[in-house]
């Protein structure tokens, strides 16, 4: 492939990874659906299971889906606010008794995630930004993209991601992802028993469902990103194929 086509690359690249981080964006500001997922996925009869049987902090299951919903949100501000406030979320029982939500494992891993949070929030902005001065550069040039050449390099690449994700299971995917990512000497798996966090968030199959539909929309903002530049090559703003 020519360089000005290893340029479009790291453009169209640069585009898909904005596209997936405007897309977390957006489900942040709808505490990623969880509402939603609540009533699909049936955490309420899964809280109503294991909140009496966890090991730490008993009267879970004693509240209703809207003040399950409001400390899942409260766990959203948290991480993104560099973790701040995951020590004060709390709830009361039946018996009128406040409990904290979270214990200490549990808080440390969620400052993990906000950090994770923090550093991804940074490479969308600078995916962003070099898509954004791309774009402009290389259309300055007057150098348009071989879509053909392109369409291949993305179908394949997104199609092996599709391949292995089969091959592997999103599960066992899921799982080394954490160990990759997180400290070793950090705990980030939790048995419902032992875990609040866990239990209202049915893990790990919720993040199957938020990771679907964050990839979903992430897809369509790319598409319309690409739509606007066939537009913009149609209407004569780029030259031949360099």
């Not at 020519?2 to 690249?13: D, G, M, P, T």
């Not at 066992?172 to 028993?193: A, E, G, K, S």
């Amino acid at each position: 492939m020519k360089r000005s086509q290893a340029l479009w690359s790291l453009v169209l690249l640069s585009g898909l990874l904005a596209a997936l981080m405007t897309s977390w964006t957006l489900h942040r500001y709808f505490d990623y659906g969880y509402s939603f997922w609540y009533d699909q996925l049936s955490i309420e009869e899964h809280i109503d299971k294991y909140g009496p049987r966890n090991r730490y902090i008993k009267g879970f299951q004693t509240l209703d889906r809207d003040e399950h919903i409001v400390l899942f949100s409260g766990i959203v501000d948290a991480v993104h606010k560099q973790g701040q406030g995951l020590g004060e979320l709390s709830f009361t029982d039946a018996l009128g008794r406040e409990k904290r939500l979270l214990r200490e494992p549990e808080i440390v891993h969620l400052q993990d995630v906000a950090h994770l949070v923090d550093v991804l929030s940074i490479a969308g902005g600078v995916a962003l930004l070099v898509s954004a001065l791309g774009v402009w550069f290389l259309q300055r040039r007057r150098i348009a993209v071989q879509w053909k050449s392109q369409g291949i390099l993305f179908a394949s690449l997104l199609g092996l991601i599709g391949l292995i994700v089969l091959i592997v299971g999103p599960k066992d995917v899921f799982y080394q992802l954490h160990v990759w990512i997180f400290p070793d000497d950090h705990q980030w798996f939790f048995y419902y028993q032992d875990s609040l966090m866990s239990t209202m968030m049915k893990a790990p199959d919720l993040f199957g469902g938020i990771g679907a539909t964050l990839v979903g929309l992430g897809l369509f903002l790319f598409a319309g990103f690409v739509a606007w530049l066939v537009r913009m090559t149609r209407n004569g703003k780029a030259a031949l194929p360099n």
